[in-house]
């Protein structure tokens, strides 16, 4: 059933005290096939134009993401790895790691999985990303999202230090991955994070906890805060902005955590949204 996006002319004269804007980028900001819009640098510019601060948030890791905005990244905000790693400049702002006892059951897990006929990988995400994987279907998915990484024989010596452990499975992660890894207990958040990725986070990093840390660091309030997401792992960050846009194209449970709702990511939403809100000429 198609979704309408909210009106917005009456949120106008509210969100004009806005400072900062949030976005999640695959099936949000990015276009269908993960392309990034033409409109993207021209958008930042003109919100900080307007004084309001753009920052990508995203389970990517943080060097794709300051690659992606390349032209633009000084100064930018950065929420990488589903919140557990925000950083500005290159400084982290707030990072949360893995125990690593936990990182090397999740390798060993999925290495079972993997055993038992599921089509599935792992990615260990720290200050690089690394991967055991080497066929081309894995790599063509993978490399997407991880920028600087190693591909290496063994994933167990380098599971110290990790932000986050991304799942690939090529089946639906509902049946096997996500109840699997859950299983593992206490002191993980596991979510899914994308059709085909699960996310293995750190119980006290989410997007809304990378939020909230960067909100203290730079004054900036709920009231002040406008975010955008499509995904389950988007949800967190809802409860620590006043104007939460689910996209049109966004899961059931995003639209109902959501106060409002933009376009979707084809109908480039986020452009609609910050462009009707905050009068931005394009």
Known sequence: ????????VPLRAAAAGVKLVVVDMDETFLLPGKVFPAWGNELVDRLR????IFCPASGRQ??????????????????AENGANVRRDGIPLAT?????????RVVKNVRELARAGQDVGTVLCGEK????????????????YYHANEIVADLLPHTEGLYKI???????????????LRALGTGVDVVRSGELWTDVNPAAATKGTGLAGLQSSLGITPAQTLCFGDFNNDIPMFEHADFSFAMANAQPDVLESASYVAPSNA????????????DLGF
């Open 49 to 52: 134009e307007r004084g309001i």
């Open 267 to 278: 109908d480039n939403g986020v452009l609609t949204v910050l462009n009707e809100l905050f």
């Open 166 to 180: 991304g799942v690939l499975s090529f089946s639906d992660p509902l049946v096997e991955v996500i109840p699997r």
């Open 1 to 8: 059933m198609p979704v309408t996006p909210t009106d917005l």
């Open 62 to 79: 943080y060097q794709t993401l300051a690659n992606m905005f390349s032209t633009h990244v000084e100064g930018m905000p950065i929420i």
């Open 129 to 144: 990303a690394y991967a055991e994987r080497t066929d081309r279907a894995f790599l063509d998915e993978a490399l997407a």
């Open 96 to 104: 949360t790691t893995l125990p690593q006892a936990t990182s090397a």
